[in-house]
């Protein structure tokens, strides 16, 4: 007798499509005058925003709405009491087309408030979820975080004027995360690709699924090589990740990332890594149009089955559109990675800040500079001699011959063949600059500004400065290297 062979399968299960909806408007009820309205709902990396035309050739709208008024959109399969879209009105716009009256409103999501407030704060040894909450807690105090899992990665980080959206973006990205914000203003926050939704699902044996919109993958939005800037004391902060794998199968693919908020090399190569992550391999991504359902999350792996596509797989939703009077929906799945609307103002101030010169190509920096001058974490104390850091600013202390400041020993991910070192400072006429790349006391004097192929190549990096004048003062160095 041959051997069975089980193999697992989903059986998919229609609901009673009896459906039920309405859409108000500063309670005002819109329903039986909707021409064309679309109600979406999506993680926060989505573009939300919902439009409705409506018949006001009776004119009852006309001046009935204002900016901020509460858009609800509700549906479900029995009472119709669901809400599926809340926001608030952004846009009116009256019009005419073909002798009638119409009215335009498109109204934003609550995630848009999360593009209203920036962000200044700081996080040391810090948990992914305890920032997130932080956050919110101290920049939407009228939102709840009951829903954000713990995540108990720690990160340093940094976030200096940053929009609180960009802010929870880059966290998701750091702890593979996504997250959405519900109509009760609650931030949900979970590991991606967690959430298995099996009450819904998109089929051509029960009807559901109408049609299919380029479901597959794209490996045009491959990036494997990540290149970083920041900035510390004036000068550049540089660090480049990249996937070896998929250089090879995809070729090399770029992306630069310049954000004058990063202030320190080790968070920019964590940026870089977790960039990296993302984007390294292509994802599969499309969408499809179906009937109605409900109980649909952002982030939910909903089955599609479609046998003429040879189709059936769990997909992550990442978006999804309510349509009507059609009473159909369009269903998103990954990352779509285009640039929406609502990113517009943060793209110009990114670009605002692409002014870090680059000419010897490095792909990696180590600091010395902060905020508040010269970083004495990064000073070895006990192999140093009468140096000191008064007002942010590297000094000789009292009156020698000469004064040394060996920083300590950075480890570095590639092993460093060529320097360039960059110094801010006052009367630095006479002070000389050393490297020593290989963990010894073999100093290689180097000039300033200039390209200094290393003679002793290694992993274990450092700078020394030698000062020989009172009036010296340096208050940001760096050591750019590849």
């Not at 200096?160 to 914000?181: A, F, S």
Request: with cysteine; proline share 3%.
């Amino acid at each position: 007798m041959s051997p069975r062979i089980r193999k697992p399968g989903f059986i998919p299960i229609e609901p009673d499509r009896t459906t039920k909806w309405t859409c108000t408007i500063a309670g005002t009820d819109i329903t039986d005058f909707i021409l064309a309205g679309n109600f979406p709902h999506g993680l926060i990396s989505e573009e939300l925003i919902c439009e409705i035309e409506l018949d006001n050739s009776g004119e009852d709208f006309t001046n009935a709405f204002s900016a901020r008024d509460t858009i609800q959109f509700k549906m479900d399969f029995s009472t119709g009491s669901t809400i599926q879209f809340e926001g608030e009105v952004e846009e009116i716009k009256a019009k005419i087309e073909g002798g009638f009256f119409k009215l335009g409103i498109k109204g934003g999501h609550f995630t848009a408030q999360c593009l209203d407030v920036m962000v200044t704060a700081e996080f040391t040894g810090a948990q992914i979820s305890v920032i997130k909450k932080n956050i919110i807690a101290d920049h939407l105090p009228d939102f709840t975080t009951n829903n954000v899992e713990d995540n108990t990665d720690t990160i340093d980080i940094k976030f200096v004027n940053k929009p609180l959206l960009d802010c929870l973006l880059e966290l998701d990205r750091q702890g593979d995360e996504d997250t959405y914000i519900d109509f009760d203003k609650d931030f949900h926050s979970f590991k991606k690709s967690s959430k298995t939704n099996l009450n819904i699902h998109f089929t051509d044996e029960t009807g559901s699924l109408i049609s299919l919109r380029g479901l597959g993958t794209d490996s045009a939005e491959v990036r494997n090589k990540i290149t970083v800037y920041g900035e510390a004391g004036g000068l550049p902060v540089i660090a480049v990740s990249e996937d070896t794998s998929s250089e090879t199968t995809f070729r090399t693919k770029e992306k630069v990332i310049t954000d004058n908020t990063i202030v320190d090399e080790d968070i920019a190569q964590t940026i870089g890594n977790a960039e990296k992550t993302l984007f390294k391999d292509p994802l599969n991504q499309g969408s499809a149009i179906s009937l109605f359902w409900t109980g649909v999350n952002p982030g939910d792996k909903a089955y599609v089955i479609s046998d003429p596509q040879k189709i059936h797989s769990l997909f992550r939703i990442v978006k999804f559109v309510f349509r009507v009077p059609e009473e159909t929906m369009e269903v998103f799945f990954n990352q779509e990675r285009s640039i929406p609307k609502l990113f517009k103002d943060r793209i110009k101030k990114d670009l605002a800040q692409e002014t870090i010169v680059n000419k010897n190509q490095m792909t990696n920096s180590f600091n010395f500079g902060s905020e508040t001058g010269f970083n004495q974490n990064k000073i070895d104390g006990s192999a140093s001699n009468d140096i000191e850091v008064i007002d942010g600013n590297l000094k000789m202390k009292g009156t020698v011959e000469t004064a040394n400041m060996i920083s300590i020993t950075k480890n570095t991910p590639i092993t460093v063949d060529s320097i360039e070192v960059r110094v801010i400072g006052e009367s630095l006429s006479g002070t000389s600059y050393y490297i020593n790349a290989d963990g010894t006391n073999n100093w290689q004097q180097v000039s300033l500004n200039e390209n200094t192929e290393v003679t002793n190549k290694g992993t274990r990096l450092r700078l020394r400065t030698a000062i020989t004048s009172t009036t010296t003062r340096i208050s940001s160095a760096v050591i750019l290297y590849k």
